[in-house]
């Protein structure tokens, strides 16, 4: 799976705390994630492993896989990427590719 890191900045001053007292404080953190970027290499087992005429989601049968205690390997990519799946982004990312006046 290809995946992309995702940085979501929290917008407040987060508060650690035992009771009344204050452990620990940090100022607007940044959490990092990895992201599906819903590209995906299988290999020729692992659609295999799909009863014919079964309908399955790529998550799922990853999660699968890894139940199964299979590998199940990602790849980080650093390249331009941009889900698509609300009309806001697929209209920003048409705006990005003729800005590359391709």
């Known amino acids: 799976m290809c995946v992309r890191e995702y940085d979501y900045q929290i917008p407040y001053g987060v508060i650690q705390g035992n009771g009344h007292r204050i452990i620990s404080m940090v100022e607007k953190?940044?959490?990092r994630?990895?992201?599906?970027?819903?590209?995906?290499v299988v290999s020729p087992h692992?659609?295999?492993s799909v009863p014919a005429h079964q309908r399955i989601d790529m998550p799922t049968l990853l999660e699968?896989?890894?139940e199964a205690d299979k590998d199940v390997l990602m790849f980080p990519i650093h390249e331009y990427w941009l889900d698509i799946g609300h009309i806001d982004d697929f209209r920003r990312?048409?705006?990005?590719i003729y800005g590359l006046g391709l």
């Open 93 to 96: 990312a048409q705006t990005d």
């Open 46 to 48: 692992v659609f295999k």
């Open 29 to 31: 953190p940044i959490q």
């Open 33 to 40: 994630y990895f992201v599906n970027a819903g590209i995906y």
């Open 64 to 66: 699968q896989q890894m």
